[in-house]
């Protein structure tokens, strides 16, 4: 309770300093505006506080409704806006320090020159207040243009030449998708024009690289029959990602959580896809073969839980002459796969999501994931070797996506 306490005061503190900089700028208008303008930052201020604090007793906990995700995701754009603004108010208010102490030095050292009047009081500057408030305003106003490109799906068709590929595969189809997060979805209708977009694609081979869930395999139910319509010639393979393990939530017990697990790897089954768990599988094409290895949750980052082993997995695999490696975690990819597999031709991954926020236009992108992530989104190369990280068919936390869409990879292998 005392911890509780201590983080709303700690946001109302930054409410009221912010609440000065409002102050500055409202000073020319009218008082009833005035009393309008103060009573609203109130309200959106102590409601945003209210369900921040709240946010951590509703952690792990199923069956949060939409509404309710929505308004912790409105909470948390606040706090950023506030955060973003208070960074120009303390500019100001360093700039007004420093005049004052100027002054002071000055006042003190003219020894009370004949005609000298003493420095008025230094006001806070409108041009920065507007500056922050602005810039708040702005990340705040974009944040909730993006609930609406949650189902933006977005096709990215990608052509990967190997001189290891046998002849029979050249121009093979191969549809990457990750993180569905089926427990975040609230418009079957949306989810169903991304599959069938995906079908339309004709692709000989569905590749699906974790996270269909976000923590249990109920989630799944309503979706079933959405995606059990995928199909390829050469068949859909999936692997399992940091969040189908149940880490994130609250269970009744280990046997509760193990059940889920083995439930969640029924529900693969019942899709339609082959699970690969720390396995691979050989596709034949007109007597040519290609080896498709996929493991179970690996990361090279020590707050993310591994379980996967790709010695096992790449064993049956060691002899073909084509390679590809599903790992749901991309740091996986330096942390393992380059130095101890180097005939590993492609890897695939997803797991960032390019956090769902981040600015994309040709030949830049950016995103505030790159500074945990070394690969992050799209395509990375070194030494022969190719890692492609999908941007996530899903979503989680946030309901929406900034400038990051969510992503159908479209690879041709050449």
Known sequence: ??????????????????FQAVKAVSRSVGSTAKIGIYILFWILALSGSILMVMLPTFRGRPG??????????????????????????????????LQWVVAQFWVHNIDAAPGHEKAEAISRSVFLSWAGIGLGSLVFGTLLYGFRNKYNYHIRKQVFNFPTLPVAFKGFKVVHISDIHSGSFMDKEAVQRGVSMILDLKPDLILFTGDLV????????PYMEVFNRLKAEYGVYSVLGNHDYG?????????????????????????GWKLLLDESVSLEKDGDTIGIIGVQNISGKGN??????????????????????????????DNEVRPRYPDID????????GMQFGVEIPGFKWSPVQ????????????????????????FIGYPGRVGILPEITLIELG
Not at 214 to 221: F, S, Y
Not at 346 to 352: N, V
Not at 376 to 394: S, T
Request: net charge neutral; proline share 2%.
């Open 214 to 221: 976000n923590d249990r395999a109920v989630e799944m139910e």
């Open 371 to 394: 500074w945990i992530y070394k690969q992050w989104a799209g395509l990375y190369e070194k030494d022969g070797q190719k890692l492609y990280v999908n941007r996530g068919f899903g």
């Open 346 to 353: 492609l890897t695939l991954s997803g797991h960032t999501h």
């Open 304 to 333: 993310f839980h591994s379980y996967g082993n790709l010695q096992k997995a790449y064993a049956d695999s060691a002899a073909q002459p084509f390679k590809m490696l599903m790992s749901h975690d991309p740091s996986h990819w």
């Open 64 to 97: 949060l409704s939409p509404m309710f995700t929505y308004a912790l995701s409105i909470a948390l754009g606040l706090l950023i806006a506030k955060l973003l603004a208070v960074s120009f108010f303390i500019v100001d208010d360093l700039r007004r320090f």
């Open 1 to 18: 309770m005392l911890q509780i306490i201590f983080f709303f005061a700690l946001l109302f503190l930054l409410d009221l300093y912010i």
């Open 247 to 271: 880490d994130y939530t609250q269970w009744e017990s280990n046997e509760a959580k193990e059940a889920n697990l083995k439930q969640l790897k029924r529900v693969h089954a019942q899709l």
